[in-house]
């Protein structure tokens, strides 16, 4: 699987968006980029996951770039619940493939 | 909406005691998995049962861990004799574990372990 780098930490004011950037160079045609985030205390929630369209559902946008080397999380509104670990992981589909855990980045969201 | 259940949600032992913690997965789901996560870091798979069979258990340290789940629907996972460095969150996930295809993990509240 594909090895996927994340900023350490990043800070938004509420209600402004959060743009969550990934790097994942060696992404191969298969790999699906896979966004969880970890409240603090709580197990691991699914966000969104794409190949190669860009994705939104209720939580948030997944924006692919098209060489597929890098893609961006979008939460449009950022609000304080949304401060939490946010992990980016790039993973074959199907059963039996492990999702390998990076250290994610730790988002702050502001009032 | 269902969900991935556990517990004990928080557990507290001595070092050599033996502790076991409980997962429920999401009905249906054919794939449970069990993850570790030392604070500050993100989980590690431990061991992945698609239905009652084990299909990864190759980061388990089976010397004091053990994980089962006998009639592929829950799962226990148990560590005998605990040591200090066990301390951590265990998590269980579970998925539908369709071949082929996109299969997203679902992730319960996870257990919290200190071993004194």
């Known amino acids: 699987d594909a090895k996927t780098t994340q900023p350490t930490s990043m800070d938004c004011a509420e209600g402004r968006a959060a743009n969550l950037p990934c790097n994942h160079s060696t992404i191969s045609g298969n790999e699906y980029v896979y966004w969880y985030r970890q409240i603090h205390s709580q197990g691991p929630q699914y966000i969104i996951h794409g190949l190669k369209n860009n994705e939104t559902n209720e939580m948030a946008s997944l924006i692919i770039t098209e060489d597929r080397k890098s893609s961006t999380l979008i939460l449009p509104h950022a609000t304080l619940r949304d401060t939490a670990v946010y992990y980016c992981i790039a993973s074959y589909a199907g059963n039996n493939r492990k999702l390998i855990w990076g250290l994610g980045t730790s988002l702050a969201v502001n009032p | 909406e269902a969900e991935v259940a556990q517990s004990p949600r928080y557990k507290i032992t001595e070092k050599s005691q033996a502790v076991a913690f409980w997962c429920d997965p999401i009905?249906?789901?054919?794939?449970l998995y069990w993850y570790r996560q030392i604070l500050g870091q993100g989980p590690e798979l431990l061991v992945q049962f698609q239905d009652e069979s084990v299909v990864d258990d190759s980061q388990l340290p089976k010397d004091r861990f053990s994980a089962e789940r006998l009639k592929g629907v829950d799962s226990t996972l148990k560590i005998q004799p605990a040591e200090l460095g066990d301390s951590a969150m265990y998590l269980c996930a579970s998925s539908l574990g369709l071949a082929g295809r996109t299969d997203t993990q679902y992730f319960g509240p996870g257990t919290r372990l200190t071993v004194l």
């Open positions: 009905s249906g789901h054919a794939t």
